[in-house]
């Protein structure tokens, strides 16, 4: 059977779920869900058959640290079928989690065979099948929208803040005893425009922009990283960047931190200032660097003074179109961690 021990039951799931809720409680007292994360999401989950996802969800509250999110639940009739090793479960919950803000207008608006992304890099979901029905939530028609061929069987269950939550009729994946890994379907969208990160144009729309508006130095920065980006990320579908006054990158010029610089300053999905607003300090946004988020620091909806990473945001909503956002902001993003990393 592999490493670990299968569960084909729900009982020995429990059993292994409350062991390792003890286990995280006794090495790690103050390693709780995030704030922004609602308590009253798991009281729903466990009040709609996901008892054992709202669990999971409490013991690896590094899961739910980027916003926005969208997380599909998996019901827990269907983990018991999975027989998947307790080791693997936190990588099969990256997989049901999206960080971008998707609600069932958002996925129904989207076409069919959409990518979405995962907590897992390189690894997406895919819409496979859509009923737009006019008021389709109260139609009696089932199969109305679907991912990787599973229904949604409890659409728009959680909606608060920047976190959104959908009931699914089961797994996205499953649990290959054979390879010993988890498998899903490849994603591969009708058309290659879908991902707009392919529109070279855009890009370019954005980078004159920047040139032309004072920021020619960010914009030179921008454009060396350009394809690179394009290459690594096939379905993003939106950008915000953050763009500090003229910086002087020439000292970073055809480096790594060059790259990781203009990285750490966009965050994957668009957020207007509006948008941004409606976050609550201490939300974090995925960036463009593998594993590193910025945060919200500061948001005061009196004085409308936001920070992100305790730099203040001088000059929103600077660029907006469909796939983009640029802000302005005081300074550059603190380099301190970048300087180290290796992507």
């Known amino acids: 059977m592999g490493k670990g021990i299968f569960f084909t039951s729900a009982s020995m799931l429990l059993a292994i779920l409350i062991t390792a809720t003890l286990r995280h409680h006794h090495h790690h007292p103050t390693n709780s869900p995030?704030?922004?994360?609602?308590?009253?999401?798991?009281?729903?989950?466990?009040?709609?058959?996901?008892?054992?996802?709202?669990?999971?969800?409490?013991?690896?509250?590094?899961?739910?640290?980027?916003?926005?999110?969208?997380?599909?639940?998996?019901?827990?009739?269907?983990?018991?079928?999975?027989?998947?090793p307790p080791y693997m479960i936190k990588h099969l919950l990256a997989y049901h989690i999206s960080p971008t803000k998707l609600t069932t207008q958002d996925?129904?608006?989207?076409?069919?065979?959409?990518?979405?992304?995962?907590l897992i890099h390189h690894q997406t979901l895919s819409i496979t099948k859509i009923a737009n029905y006019p008021n389709w939530a109260k139609c009696n028609k089932k199969q109305v929208l679907e991912i990787n061929n599973m229904l949604i069987t409890h659409p728009d269950l959680f909606l608060q803040?920047?976190?959104?939550?959908?009931?699914?009729?089961?797994?996205?994946?499953?649990?290959?005893?054979?390879?010993?890994?988890?498998?899903?379907?490849?994603?591969?969208?009708?058309?290659?425009?879908?991902?707009?990160?392919?529109?070279?144009?855009?890009?370019?729309r954005v980078i004159k922009f920047l040139s032309s508006y004072g920021f020619m130095s960010f914009a030179i920065g921008l454009n060396s990283v350009t394809d690179g980006i394009v290459k690594e990320y096939p379905d993003l579908d939106s950008v915000t960047i953050f763009t500090p006054p003229n910086v002087a990158l020439m000292a970073m010029s055809s480096s790594p931190l060059l790259d990781k610089f203009m990285?750490?300053?966009?965050?994957?999905?668009?957020?207007?200032?509006?948008?941004?607003?409606?976050?609550?300090?201490?939300?974090?946004?995925?960036?463009?660097?593998?594993?590193?988020?910025?945060d919200i620091t500061e948001n005061s909806r009196v004085s409308q003074v936001m920070s992100i990473n305790e730099v203040v945001i001088t000059a929103p909503d600077l660029f907006v179109s469909k796939n983009f956002v640029v802000h302005g902001i005081a300074r550059a993003l603190n380099m301190d961690e970048l300087s180290s990393m290796s992507r």
């Open 263 to 294: 990285r750490f300053h966009m965050v994957v999905q668009r957020h207007s200032f509006k948008q941004l607003a409606g976050l609550p300090p201490g939300a974090s946004l995925s960036t463009q660097v593998r594993g590193k988020h910025v």
């Open 161 to 204: 803040q920047s976190i959104t939550i959908h009931g699914v009729a089961g797994s996205f994946a499953w649990y290959d005893h054979r390879q010993e890994r988890i498998t899903s379907p490849y994603c591969k969208p009708d058309r290659v425009e879908l991902g707009f990160i392919k529109n070279k144009e855009e890009w370019g």
């Open 107 to 118: 996925l129904l608006n989207k076409p069919l065979k959409t990518c979405l992304p995962t």
């Open 34 to 84: 995030p704030t922004h994360y609602p308590s009253n999401a798991s009281k729903l989950l466990s009040s709609n058959g996901f008892n054992l996802m709202a669990n999971f969800l409490h013991i690896s509250p590094e899961l739910l640290h980027s916003t926005p999110q969208t997380i599909f639940a998996i019901p827990d009739a269907a983990f018991t079928n999975l027989s998947i």
